[in-house]
């Protein structure tokens, strides 16, 4: 009978109760990062200006809405595993919204982290987002 044979498919045997070298490489790193948690972080996303524009922000989850300008965003994070050594990137993306000259250019944005300002698009004249990576 084809299919019910106990072998595995590159030609090795396992033995009832061994785990293969994937598996116990994969359960090592699991069980060594669990449990190691980072300090709490507040994170403040700003976008100024006036009248609504799109935002999207990247902190905890991911987040894409319309919004009424002046906007800010405040998030406790905090990190665990493998993020507490290669760090974690937080973003704000600001629509695009109206100079006086009637050119349509990205609204300022800010990011602080626990109270210090960590990255800003210099007040629109950058066309790039706000972000900024994280380590504890």
């Not at 598996?23 to 994170?43: L, P």
């Not at 109206?98 to 609204?107: I, Y």
Request: net charge negative; proline share 5%; charged share 25%.
């Amino acid at each position: 009978m084809t299919g019910c044979s106990s072998e595995k498919r590159d030609g090795g045997s396992a033995k009832a109760g061994e785990a293969s070298p994937s598996a116990s490489a994969t359960d090592k790193a699991e069980n060594s990062s669990s449990g190691k948690k980072g300090a709490w972080h507040q994170v403040v996303f700003e976008v100024g200006g006036t009248g609504a524009a799109k935002v999207i922000w990247i902190g905890n989850t991911d987040h894409f809405e319309e919004v009424t300008l002046p906007w800010t965003k405040t998030e406790s994070m905090q990190w665990e595993g493998a993020e507490l050594k290669v760090g974690v990137t937080v973003s704000v993306v600001p629509g695009s919204v109206q100079d006086p000259d009637g050119m349509l250019k990205p609204a300022p944005c800010t990011i602080k982290v626990d109270g210090k300002q960590v990255a800003d698009n210099q007040d629109r004249k950058s066309a790039k987002p706000c972000e900024y990576k994280l380590k504890d």
